[in-house]
């Protein structure tokens, strides 16, 4: 009898201190890799974070969604907000993290003025993204917009185009593969960090740092209040992280918190 007690009591201390896993969609840069240096803090606190990466702004949705994964970081609220009204998901906002500034990139030229007319602008084709770097552009002075606030315009909404450009419209990820074919790509800094361009220097111009558009962790509203996801934001919020962001990404990623 005294053996089973003992048995029990090491099985009931190994099932206490056993890790709870938290599985969370990531694109690679920033996302993934923040992920990955918060996954040691995790572990203390008895959370086995695996993070699983996706280059694609749709399946980390579906998938939390459909309960394949417990949480994803990788979009804004506006992306969010979008995606929910059109698929009819309901995932929620867990905690903002940090904010990647949209900027516009151009191999052939050095600054907006040297633009030629006729030139081709390539945005990306989600409708959040899209208005995004058409706001950027309208700012900058290079477009006129029918409403200079509406985080959702469209190409039609261009009410002056002086320079006559010519827009294209590609997915987000793929836009810096095709930045030497064309004179100017609005592209979102995670896929700017990956083909090595440096958003600081590179970029001709880029959104300030009061951007609204901040990088969030999203979960199903059933479990956006877990231990585990509880954990996870408090490790993502931590001095560490945010010390984290501002020496590896030079500035290129804001820390939001």
Same mark, same amino acid.
């Given at each position: 009898?005294?053996?089973?007690?003992?048995?029990?009591?090491?099985? *009931?201390?190994?099932?206490?201190? *056993?890790?709870?896993?938290?599985?969370?969609? *990531?694109?690679?840069?920033?996302?993934?890799?923040?992920?990955?240096?918060?996954?040691?803090?995790?572990?203390?606190?008895? =959370?086995?974070?695996?993070?699983? =990466?996706?280059?694609?702004?749709?399946?980390?949705?579906?998938?939390?969604?459909?309960? /394949?994964?417990?949480?994803?970081?990788?979009?804004?609220?506006?992306?969010?907000? $979008?995606? #929910?009204?059109?698929?009819?998901?309901?995932?929620?906002?867990?905690?903002?993290?940090?904010?990647?500034?949209?900027?516009?990139?151009?191999?052939?030229?050095?600054?907006?003025? $040297?633009?030629?007319?006729?030139?081709?602008?390539?945005?990306? #084709?989600?409708?959040?993204?899209?208005?995004?770097?058409?706001?950027?552009?309208?700012?900058?002075?290079?477009?006129?917009?029918?409403?200079?606030? #509406?985080?959702?315009?469209?190409?039609?909404?261009?009410?002056?185009?002086?320079?006559?450009?010519?827009?294209?419209?590609?997915?987000?990820?793929?836009?810096? /593969?095709?930045?030497?074919?064309?004179?100017?790509?609005?592209?979102?800094?995670?896929?700017?960090?990956?083909?090595?361009?440096?958003?600081?220097?590179?970029?001709? =111009?880029? $959104?300030?740092?009061?951007?609204?558009?901040? #990088?969030?962790?999203?979960? /199903?509203?059933?479990?956006?209040?877990?231990?585990?996801?509880?954990?996870?934001?408090?490790?993502?919020?931590?001095?560490?992280?945010?010390?984290?962001?501002? $020496?590896?990404?030079?500035?290129?990623? =804001?820390?939001?918190?």
């Amino acid at each position: 009898m005294k053996k089973l007690l003992v048995a029990f009591a090491a099985v *009931a201390a190994f099932s206490a201190h *056993a890790a709870e896993t938290l599985t969370v969609a *990531a694109t690679p840069v920033p996302h993934a890799e923040i992920l990955e240096f918060v996954k040691p803090a995790l572990a203390k606190e008895g =959370v086995d974070l695996k993070v699983k =990466v996706f280059t694609d702004y749709v399946q980390p949705n579906v998938q939390v969604a459909e309960k /394949r994964l417990d949480a994803n970081f990788f979009q804004h609220q506006p992306y969010l907000d $979008e995606f #929910n009204k059109a698929k009819g998901t309901k995932l929620v906002n867990v905690a903002g993290v940090h904010v990647e500034p949209l900027g516009a990139y151009s191999s052939k030229y050095k600054q907006l003025s $040297e633009l030629p007319g006729g030139a081709t602008v390539v945005i990306p #084709n989600d409708a959040t993204n899209g208005g995004r770097a058409l706001l950027l552009l309208d700012k900058a002075g290079l477009i006129k917009l029918k409403d200079s606030n #509406n985080i959702l315009a469209t190409i039609k909404d261009i009410t002056e185009n002086p320079k006559d450009l010519k827009f294209r419209e590609l997915e987000a990820a793929t836009i810096p /593969r095709v930045l030497t074919q064309v004179d100017l790509a609005l592209i979102n800094t995670n896929y700017a960090l990956e083909a090595k361009l440096d958003p600081s220097k590179d970029a001709l =111009v880029i $959104e300030g740092k009061d951007s609204p558009y901040v #990088n969030i962790l999203v979960a /199903r509203p059933d479990d956006k209040d877990s231990d585990a996801m509880n954990k996870l934001v408090a490790a993502l919020h931590s001095p560490e992280v945010k010390q984290f962001i501002l $020496e590896k990404y030079k500035g290129a990623i =804001v820390p939001a918190f």
